[in-house]
């Protein structure tokens, strides 16, 4: 199963499955260094407008003609952008919850 390096730690412990889900607008934990891993939001939104795209556009043609063979050219443009998603979606992680300052008080 290939591994997928985490942007903090530059390890191999995100899976398939987890680069998949960041592609889908969720976020992973590294399994090295415990960062939050996430996709930048500019590139899921163009991916996620060429999703929609896809389905809105080849159902479209296969209803406007009446063949459902459109439907095949939508499911295969669908891997397509899965394995784009996978491959090249850049990962990185997220920043930390700024901690409280520990400074003594004067008295």
């Not at 998949?20 to 939001?41: H, Q, S």
């Not at 939104?45 to 043609?61: A, E, R, T």
């Amino acid at each position: 199963m290939p591994k997928f390096h985490c942007p903090r730690c530059k390890q191999p412990t995100l899976s398939m499955k987890d680069k998949y889900l960041i592609g889908w607008w969720k976020t992973a934990n590294c399994g090295g260094c415990g960062a939050r891993i996430t996709a930048y939001p500019i590139l899921l939104m163009i991916y996620s407008f060429l999703y929609v795209w896809n389905i809105i556009w080849w159902v479209g043609m296969a209803q406007f003609n009446d063949s459902l063979h459109y439907l095949i050219y939508m499911a295969v443009i669908w891997l397509l952008l899965d394995f784009f998603n996978i491959q090249l979606i850049p990962l990185a992680a997220m920043k930390d919850k700024a901690k409280p300052s520990e400074e003594p008080k004067a008295d």
